[in-house]
């Protein structure tokens, strides 16, 4: 059987924790920040992890994670 191929799009987004949970980077950071509050923009800048319910899709294209 032929080795399995990771999505590289996926494999820089997102990273594995040592208690084996998937982290991802947060999404609406990157323009129109004017309208967004000081306090939601700096939540914005931490990592989130994946939710349970798409950890199966994100394990399926990164096989070696």
Known sequence: M??????RGAAKRFKKTGSGKIVRR????????????????????QAGLVDASNVKGVKRILPYL
């Open 26 to 45: 947060k999404a609406f950071s990157s323009h129109i920040l004017t309208k967004k509050s000081t306090k939601r923009k700096r939540n914005l800048r």
């Open 2 to 7: 032929p080795k399995m191929k990771t999505n």
